[in-house]
Structures are given as C-alpha cells and as structure tokens.
C-alpha cells in the first residue's frame, strides 16, 4: 500500500517562506511518478501548484512562478515544495500527489494535505 504524507504546512505572515515536505513510504515512486503538488482555497476548485517529471522537467501554475520552487531527493523518498514572499491568496490545503501511467495502468495516490495560512 502507497502512502504519501504531507507535512510542513503552517501559520505565515505576507512575503514570508514556507517548506512542505511529501514523503513516500516506497522507493520507486519519487523517481518515476509525476509528483504534484495541488492546493484547495476555502470555497474554490482544487489548482494545480506545481509537477515535476520523472525527467526532472517542471510546470508552475502563472500565479506561483518565480516565488515558488519543487523538487525532490530519491534518496528520502520525497518531494518538496519551498514557498517563498507567501500571499494571502496562497493560503489553501496543499496536497502531494503522485501518478504514473505504465502499460496502460495509472496510479494515482495523495497525501492527507497540510494546511497554509498567510495571514498577518
């Protein structure tokens, strides 16, 4: 059983930082999974944040480019998000996401979520 736990989230003030952290409990997923990171806002649709392929390229929501920045180490297993000069438009449920389609087959596992507030 694939398991991702998102954890880092926390209570920031505008133009402050933040590093959420997924860990995932097998070894094969980080290296070859797309790893996204999603957010869901109070009363909006879930957004993608930011993907990064299993060949190290990455994609940035517009409104994220240039503050925030993803990436992961195979040697832990995990995927990191680091959130720099954070707006109160950023605040949301950040969620890790993995996927994988292989032979015809996708996987598809999420973490539990980890909360960011920006907030002064």
């Known amino acids: 059983q694939v398991r991702l736990e998102d954890s880092g989230g926390g209570l920031v003030q505008p133009g402050g930082s933040l590093k959420l952290s997924c860990a995932a409990n097998h070894r094969s997923i980080v290296p070859l999974y797309t790893m996204t990171w999603y957010r869901r806002a109070p009363g909006k649709q879930r957004e993608l944040v930011a993907s990064?392929?299993?060949?190290?390229?990455?994609t940035y929501a517009d409104s994220v480019k240039g503050r925030f920045s993803i990436s992961r180490d195979n040697a832990k297993n995990s995927v990191y998000l680091q959130m720099n000069n954070l707006e109160p438009e950023d605040t949301a449920v950040y969620y890790c996401?993995?996927?994988?389609?292989?032979?015809?087959?996708?996987?598809?596992?999420w973490g539990q979520g980890t909360q960011v507030t920006v907030s002064s």
């Open positions: 990064l392929f299993s060949n190290d390229t990455t």
């Open positions: 996401n993995a996927r994988r389609t292989w032979t015809g087959t996708t996987n598809d596992y």
